[in-house]
């Protein structure tokens, strides 16, 4: 091993990056986890409720190779010239997860991975800062002792339907279940998703309570104005080839793209095409639900959904210069008069702030909406996004549908939005819509009046609650808030009807 003076790095040779200086530990690698070695008998002992569905692997440990840690190697590979690369199989959509085989995107097993990326998306570059400082030895692998779903989730037909399920891993919270033989053999697999249960308290609760419109029944709405949920975090996980089919470019061109927009962080997507999974560096979403799982793919029992894309400002902080609170919440309550109907309710929380296009971009479009000439007028509302991003939106919903094929969906008596983006998405992937469900009036701030109008004008569904004409348009105006307007800022002149591009 070279040495290198203190607080200097070795040179890096083509091929080839300096190795740490932690010893590899004696044996076959680190130790088969707990969870892996724990019988469902201890874990009935130890509170966890068991699985409906235990399957039995038709492969055993060996029929597996042995897997390759970090640590047996002298060097690692810069991933523009790796050597030794030993993936593990991984046939997406596959219906039997031991033909499919699991997703491995670890630093534990560099030899074996068979995705691009790293796990917990734009969180592992913290994980790199606890490795940097010494907080974390790189080569632990997670104890997943009681870490399993609290409720059983699928499988569906939907899982093993590529055009279905093409941005998450239908498996990510059956790590222990379906790949337990390569936990067993030694094989860091880390899941993508998470099943737990919760409280919610909401102060819109209570105020739904004291005003009638929700009445507590002790299980899924308590006195107290809290709400019983089980909810599901997701982290993304994409085969490459069905999106890029879904944005209509073909597979190369879309690893091209992620490639130079990522300023070239994935080499992997030009020189490792026999990989077509990626793991990006992205937030996922966050799924919510009132009532019993278990109804949710049954089209005889009422079924309400949301899916809400992320805004910082409005849901957390209450902003008001929106209308994505006061939607969410009112959501949110339907979802609980659907549950105590004996149905459920389903919110999915996309992290796609301020339209995928990121805080700092809304809030750079906030100021323009406020300084223009004429004010923050509901005319130029999508202009003004465009102006300053290029583009009006890129949440894409063309991805979103998948996290309701992976509960099963196959129909939605209630869906509590206006957006014809994500009523055409989900439709258009076989999933039967009912009834569409505007905001009331009553709930949506004064300053967001801007954005209702503007939504309603470019073509969003408003039902018979709003009428909005090109007169209504004009006329809608937000809050002064007395901005200056610098002397060099002379907004673009408006495209004609660029709002209903959108």
Not at 195 to 205: M, N, R, S
Not at 211 to 217: L, N
Not at 396 to 407: E, I, N, V
Request: proline share 8%.
């Amino acid at each position: 091993r070279r040495a290198a003076p203190p607080g200097r790095l070795l040179p890096v040779r083509e091929g080839e990056f300096f190795r740490g200086t932690r010893e590899r530990q004696t044996g076959t690698g680190p130790p088969t986890p707990r969870s892996v070695r724990k019988t469902m008998a201890d874990q009935n002992a130890a509170g966890t409720p068991p699985q409906k569905r235990r399957r039995t692997s038709s492969i055993t440990e060996s029929d597996l190779k042995k897997p390759a840690y970090r640590d047996d190697l002298d060097y690692v590979s810069l991933t523009s010239h790796e050597v030794g690369a030993d993936p593990v199989p991984l046939n997406w959509g596959e219906e039997d997860p031991d033909n499919r085989g699991p997703v491995i995107a670890t630093s534990v097993n560099l030899r074996n991975r068979n995705a691009i990326g790293a796990h917990s998306g734009s969180y592992c570059v913290y994980r790199a800062l606890a490795v940097a400082s010494n907080k974390l030895d790189p080569s632990y692998v997670p104890d997943l002792t009681n870490t399993d779903p609290v409720h059983s989730i699928g499988p569906f037909p939907s899982w093993s339907d590529v055009r279905k399920m093409a941005v998450m891993d239908p498996y990510g919270h059956l790590t222990v279940e379906a790949f337990g033989t390569y936990l067993r053999k030694g094989y860091d697999i880390r899941p993508t998703i998470a099943v737990t249960k919760a409280h919610i308290d909401l102060p819109e609760f209570k105020e739904a309570i004291r005003a009638g419109r929700i009445v507590p029944d002790g299980e899924i709405l308590k006195p107290t104005g809290q709400s019983i949920i089980t909810k599901a975090a997701i982290e993304p996980v994409w085969y490459l080839p069905e999106v890029a089919r879904r944005f209509g470019c073909s597979e190369q061109d879309l690893r091209l793209a992620l490639f130079r927009e990522t300023n070239m962080m994935y080499p992997e997507l030009i020189t490792r095409t026999d990989m077509k999974v990626f793991l990006p560096p992205i937030g996922g979403c966050t799924i919510y639900i009132w009532g019993d799982p278990n109804t949710i793919p049954d089209e005889n029992i009422p079924l309400t959904v949301r899916v809400h894309d992320e805004c910082n400002g409005s849901d957390v902080f209450g902003s008001d210069i929106c209308t994505c609170r006061p939607y969410l919440t009112h959501a949110m309550e339907e979802c609980v008069k659907t549950a105590q109907a004996g149905g459920a309710g389903v919110v999915i929380y996309y992290r796609k702030e301020g339209r995928a296009l990121g805080e700092v971009t809304k809030y750079l479009v906030y100021n323009r909406r406020k300084r223009q000439e004429h004010g923050d007028t509901a005319k130029e509302y999508f202009n003004c996004t465009q102006y300053v991003a290029g583009v009006m939106d890129t949440r894409f919903q063309a991805l979103m549908p998948d996290a309701l094929h992976w509960l099963g969906v196959t129909k939605i008596h209630k869906f509590i939005s206006m957006s014809d983006m994500k009523y055409d998405a989900i439709v258009s992937t076989g999933i039967k819509i009912e009834e569409r469900v505007a905001i009331p009036p009553e709930l949506v701030p004064q300053d967001a009046q801007v954005e209702i109008v503007a939504k309603v004008y470019a073509g969003y569904n408003g039902g018979s609650s709003y009428v909005v004409d090109k007169e209504a348009l004009e006329a809608t105006k937000g809050r002064d808030y007395g901005y200056d307007i610098p002397a060099t800022d002379e907004c673009a002149p408006c495209e004609p009807d660029a709002a209903k591009e959108d």
